[in-house]
């Protein structure tokens, strides 16, 4: 099992910035790719950006430019710096710990609010 705690959201105007953080525990070296993704009121949870365990990343093109995931192997965390936020990013930002064993299982984490004022 892997425990995923995100923080770092918060009330942020448009053209600021925030960072995010993700703190794993529990099987963590069964993980392979994290991810952040999000979900905005009365919409589908997408993808923002993703990064693999040899730091190979892939951004939504909603994010290209703005957004950067980084992860510390290290002390088993992986940030998403947002810059330049806009009104249309506010979303619940989850965490999401991918691992390979056997079969595919995502792990999630409880989600952190971001809202941009315009």
């Known amino acids: 099992q892997v425990q995923l705690v995100e923080s770092g959201g918060g009330l942020v105007q448009a053209g600021g910035s925030l960072r995010l953080s993700c703190a794993a525990s529990?099987?963590?070296?069964?993980?392979?790719?994290m991810a952040w993704y999000r979900q905005a009121p009365g919409k589908q949870r997408e993808l923002v950006a993703q990064?693999?365990?040899?730091?190979?990343?892939h951004y939504a093109d909603f994010v290209k430019g703005r957004f950067a995931i980084s992860r510390d192997n290290a002390k088993n965390m992986v940030y998403l710096q947002m810059n330049s936020l806009r009104p249309e990013d506010t979303a619940v930002y989850y965490c999401?710990?991918?691992?390979?064993?056997?079969?595919?299982?995502?792990?999630w984490g409880p989600g952190t609010q971001v809202t941009v004022a315009s």
């Open positions: 990064i693999t365990t040899s730091a190979s990343t």
């Open positions: 999401n710990a991918g691992s390979w064993v056997g079969a595919w299982k995502d792990y």
């Open positions: 529990g099987s963590i070296s069964r993980i392979d790719t």
